[in-house]
């Protein structure tokens, strides 16, 4: 009995592993006659930055792989994020920054391109804004927690050993000393102006006038375009069809998109469930993390 449980075990697992060994071979071919396909079309690149910026590496290869692309004559960014992680907005920045130097690329504003959203913009050769789009929000934001009445309450004690006054700065275990707060602005006011600068850089403006907006507040793309914060209003469509015209491309430019990232089941199956659960925990424990972020 235990030998026939064993032989349907076994016969079950071959099963399954040339399924999915077929399955690979079948999404590679798929993907590869999409990559062919992609590379025969002359037009106008299309790449999306939705939602949170936690991460620039996806963004950054989809432009670099369109820059590659001799067929891709201009690209339109467009942009529907709130903003996000100081580090991941910058490196974006200077890949729009390298890649407008060689290519066109328009961005094209949704609802919401705003705080490290328009950062990331500031570089491109045009911004186009629908009239009602919020954006700017010139600003830097770190928002920390404090736990320590709670951790009293339940009866938990919490013990810190550290190399200097400031190693444990912005703790959720202890209040804020006025030292803590002094070094931890000091940070921010220093991020805030590596903010002015590039968008004066970006946008070609005189760093006063960015500095007399630079205060956080939001602006509508009309708004923005009085102040030079955006060249054009105009839609989505409208943005593709400024990139053909730049590009020199005759009549209605072809969208193209970057092929997706290809996906390693193999490393998916060995980091299983236990990886995604680790990773979720880290995000909601969160951590120091300046941001620029509309709120």
Same mark, same amino acid.
């Given at each position: 009995?235990? =030998?026939? $449980? ?5 016969? /079950? @697992? ?6 999915? !060994?077929?399955?690979? +071979? *079948? ?76 290519? =066109?690329? $328009? ?5 919401? /391109? @705003? ?6 913009? !500031?570089?491109?050769? +045009? *911004? ?85 907006? /630079? ?11 009085? +102040? ?17 015209r730049l590009a020199g491309i005759a009549g209605d430019p ?5 092929p997706k990232k290809k996906i390693d089941y193999l490393d ?28």
């Amino acid at each position: 009995m235990i =030998k026939k $449980i064993a032989l349907i075990f076994l016969a /079950a @697992a071959a099963a399954f592993l040339i399924l999915f !060994a077929g399955s690979l +071979l *079948i999404a590679k071919a798929i993907i590869g006659g999409m990559d062919a396909k992609l590379a025969d079309k002359e037009g106008v690149g299309l790449l999306e930055v939705r939602g949170m910026i936690l991460d620039s590496k996806d963004t950054i290869r989809q432009l670099r792989y369109f820059l590659k692309q001799e067929n891709i004559k201009a690209v339109v960014l467009r942009v529907d994020s709130p903003g996000g992680v100081v580090a991941p907005s910058q490196e974006i920045y200077e890949e729009v920054k390298k890649f407008a130097a060689k290519k =066109k690329i $328009i961005v094209s504003m949704g609802s919401l /391109a @705003a705080s490290g959203g328009y950062y990331i913009s !500031a570089p491109a050769t +045009l *911004i186009y804004a629908n009239p009602g789009t919020i954006t700017a929000s010139i600003g830097v934001i770190l928002k920390l927690s404090n736990i320590e009445t709670l951790m009293d309450k339940i009866g938990i004690k919490s013990y810190t050993l550290k190399t200097g006054k400031f190693k444990d700065s912005g703790s959720p275990l202890r209040e804020l000393s006025p030292e803590d707060r002094a070094m931890l602005q000091a940070v921010i006011d220093n991020t805030h102006e590596q903010f002015v600068r590039a968008v004066a850089a970006g946008r070609k403006l005189p760093l006063e006038d960015v500095r007399r907006i /630079a205060d956080g507040r939001i602006l509508s793309g009309e708004q923005a375009k009085g +102040l030079k914060l955006v060249d054009r209003l105009g839609t989505l469509q409208d943005a593709i069809d400024e990139a053909g015209r730049l590009a020199g491309i005759a009549g209605d430019p072809e969208v193209i998109h970057a092929p997706k990232k290809k996906i390693d089941y193999l490393d998916v199956l060995a980091d299983g469930m236990e990886g995604k659960f680790s990773g979720t925990l880290r995000n909601a424990a969160g951590g120091m993390r300046l941001m620029y972020e509309a709120e």
